[in-house]
């Protein structure tokens, strides 16, 4: 019963996309590969936006990232952090692709970064044609974690295939949302962009799975397919279907600022950064969402991922993007129940 003593739990001001990236330099399992001089100068831009020096690209980039983010906690004016695994990506047949993909991040390091920090919860990783899905499916459950992420396009999921069935399902009657990369893609290499698409989607959230469509189906490049009034018309069937509005911030994903902010999916959308894709308001500046003197402000602030919760503030979405997370997924009181003497 509650009591003043006791009183009910009050959902969490969270940052629903936050990346965790490793190179494996503390034995985590994790790899990092930045083939050519377009990935190389990615991955230098990106450690950059993050706070971090180039140097890391050498070595120790597993605890130099985990301790950015846990410093950035402290500084941001939010409760936690969603962090991100990021599994490898698999053929149809449940045999991996080997050495796909710009990196990868397993499901048990990342436990081990949110059971040392207080106030970072996880997203696990696993890609549904893994011979062990249902397995390690299972063990994130137990260890009390509340949200999957999957990049179809990049991991080479079809959600739509019916011999997933038995892993949605599982999902949905273990209260497991998927947080799911729709849309277009310009950071990390594909194996099949039409995955990206929120229809493939539509076996989950049949199911019952609660999905998060992680940037609202936009376009990244100028050339992508803008999917976002699919979405808008499968949020009308689903009751179950949001989306965040992570990366909506950066110069190439402003253009679906208006959809999440005046369109029928505005009491759908979850705060999200991307850390550490960059956030500078730049885009929706030059959008006209944005004014200049506000902008400019947000420059002001070092911390990227408070600077993006002051962009999404000013630009006008809603308190409750802070919270819908923690309060549709219950994740931060699942993993702190199964973690806290941890």
């Known amino acids: 019963m509650d009591t003043p003593e006791n009183p009910p739990l009050q959902p969490l001001r969270l940052d629903g996309h936050v990346h965790l990236v490793g190179d494996g330099s503390s034995g985590s399992g994790c790899w990092l590969k930045l083939d050519g001089l377009v990935r190389q100068l990615q991955g230098?831009?990106?450690?950059?936006?993050?706070?971090?020096?180039?140097?890391?690209?050498?070595?120790?980039?597993?605890?130099?990232?985990?301790?950015?983010?846990?410093?950035?906690?402290?500084?941001?004016?939010?409760d936690g952090f969603l962090l991100l695994a990021q599994d490898e990506a698999y053929r149809s047949d449940g045999t991996k692709i080997e050495g796909f993909?710009?990196?990868?991040?397993?499901?048990?390091?990342?436990?081990?970064?949110?059971?040392?920090?207080?106030?970072?919860?996880?997203?696990?990783?696993?890609?549904?044609?893994?011979?062990?899905?249902?397995?390690?499916?299972?063990?994130?459950?137990?260890?009390?974690?509340?949200?999957?992420?999957?990049?179809?396009?990049?991991?080479?999921?079809d959600c739509s295939e019916r011999r997933f069935l038995p892993f949605w399902k599982r999902m949905?009657?273990?209260?497991?949302?998927?947080?799911?990369?729709?849309?277009?893609?310009?950071?990390?290499?594909?194996?099949?962009?039409?995955?990206?698409?929120?229809?493939k989607l539509t076996l989950p959230l049949e199911q019952g799975v609660t999905v998060i469509a992680a940037h609202a189906a936009g376009r990244s490049g100028l050339w992508d397919p803008d999917w976002t009034n699919q979405l808008e018309a499968?949020?009308?069937?689903?009751?179950?279907?949001?989306?965040?509005?992570?990366?909506?911030?950066?110069?190439?994903?402003?253009?679906?600022?208006?959809?999440?902010?005046?369109?029928?999916?505005?009491?759908?959308?979850?705060?999200?950064?991307?850390?550490?894709?960059?956030?500078?308001?730049?885009?929706?500046w030059l959008g006209g969402h944005l004014s200049w003197s506000d902008w400019r402000a947000s420059a002001q602030l070092e911390n990227p991922i408070r600077r993006d919760v002051h962009l999404k503030t000013t630009l006008g979405f809603a308190p409750e993007t802070f919270t819908r997370l923690d309060a549709l997924t219950g994740l931060t009181s699942a993993w702190s129940a199964r973690n806290r003497a941890a």
Not at 55 to 69: I, Q, T, W
Not at 179 to 188: A, I, R, V
Request: aromatic residues 8%; glycine residues 10%; positive net charge.
């Open 44 to 78: 230098r831009l990106l450690l950059s936006a993050a706070g971090l020096p180039s140097a890391c690209l050498r070595g120790g980039l597993d605890l130099a990232f985990e301790s950015r983010v846990a410093k950035l906690l402290e500084t941001s004016n939010l």
């Open 101 to 157: 993909g710009s990196f990868y991040l397993p499901n048990s390091h990342l436990f081990g970064v949110c059971r040392r920090n207080p106030g970072l919860y996880p997203a696990c990783s696993i890609h549904p044609a893994r011979p062990d899905a249902l397995e390690e499916l299972e063990t994130a459950l137990q260890a009390g974690c509340r949200v999957l992420k999957l990049l179809p396009n990049c991991l080479n999921v």
């Open 172 to 199: 949905a009657t273990g209260g497991m949302a998927l947080l799911s990369h729709t849309g277009g893609e310009f950071t990390l290499p594909q194996t099949n962009p039409d995955f990206a698409n929120p229809r």
């Open 234 to 284: 499968m949020a009308a069937v689903f009751p179950n279907l949001y989306c965040d509005n992570s990366a909506l911030c950066s110069p190439n994903r402003w253009r679906t600022l208006p959809a999440l902010l005046s369109g029928p999916l505005r009491d759908r959308v979850i705060h999200g950064s991307d850390y550490p894709v960059p956030s500078g308001g730049f885009g929706p």
